[in-house]
């Protein structure tokens, strides 16, 4: 399994730099790979939206986010996410653990064929 994240600088960077975007980030090496840009477009609006600690790193949280879109079927989906290092987080601070997961997969876009 193969697991490269770009950090949120280097992608804020990018897009101020040369305007080239991020190398795509392949999270599963079954699985299509996934664009870095929109991942961390996405791990901002999800840490806004849970209002997540900083505890939770960027890069466990791209990661987790890159589990959950890689995942094909709705019950993949969802046992990605319950497993993901933002499942534990989300289920240690929410007394509605599944709104929650219900919430995050609504975030979460499925992947692409």
């Known amino acids: 399994m193969t697991a490269t994240v770009?950090?949120?600088?280097?992608v804020r960077a990018a897009r101020l730099g040369s305007g080239s975007?991020?190398?795509?980030?392949?999270t599963d090496d079954a699985a299509p790979?996934?664009?870095a840009l929109d991942l961390c477009e996405l791990a901002m609006i999800v840490r806004n939206r849970f209002q997540l600690p900083d505890g939770l790193s960027d890069d466990a949280l791209i990661r987790s986010l890159g589990e959950i879109q890689a995942a094909r079927?709705?019950?993949e989906r969802w046992v990605a996410a319950?497993?993901?290092t933002l499942g534990l987080f989300l289920?240690?601070?929410t007394s509605?653990?599944?709104g929650e997961m219900q919430a995050l997969l609504a975030l979460v876009?499925?992947?692409r064929h």
């Open 91 to 93: 289920s240690l601070r």
């Open 6 to 10: 770009i950090r949120l600088h280097e």
């Open 73 to 75: 079927g709705a019950r």
């Open 82 to 84: 319950f497993d993901s």
């Open 21 to 26: 975007r991020p190398m795509p980030v392949q």
């Open 96 to 98: 509605d653990f599944n």
């Open 33 to 35: 790979p996934v664009d």
């Open 109 to 111: 876009p499925q992947p």
